[in-house]
């Protein structure tokens, strides 16, 4: 089954690239260009991870990944924080908002790629052992 993507990022431009290069391998990708659509689309179409930047009109990334980590349908989709903001404090504060892994702006095609499938994997195997251990229990 394809996985869902959804990009979070006012830069238009980078949208359409990130939108045109991802599915040309093959995922399924919603965009939005705001914290508040970012919420509605995560919340009302499940993406199996989600790509958000920082700096976002309405609610920044900060508060759309705290929002999203709230939320039961989203609590535990992989958050990539990709960002221009540099600094040790911004990773912190993006781990610290519930992000799953970090990129700094700008990232190349293939790192980006090569992160998604790390993420995603990571995110499977963690599900596989969820179900493992639930079996168990009963």
Known sequence: MRKKILLVDDNKHLLGLLRLNLKGQGFLIATA??????????????????????????????????????HTVTASTPIIIMTGMSGQFTRYAGFESGGTDFMAKPVTPKALLSKIKQVLNLNAENAENTESVETLKH
């Open 33 to 70: 260009a705001n914290g508040i659509d970012a919420i509605q689309k995560a919340v009302s179409w499940v993406p199996d991870l989600v790509l958000l930047d920082l700096l976002l009109p309405g609610l920044d990334g900060f508060a759309v990944c705290e929002t999203l980590r709230k």
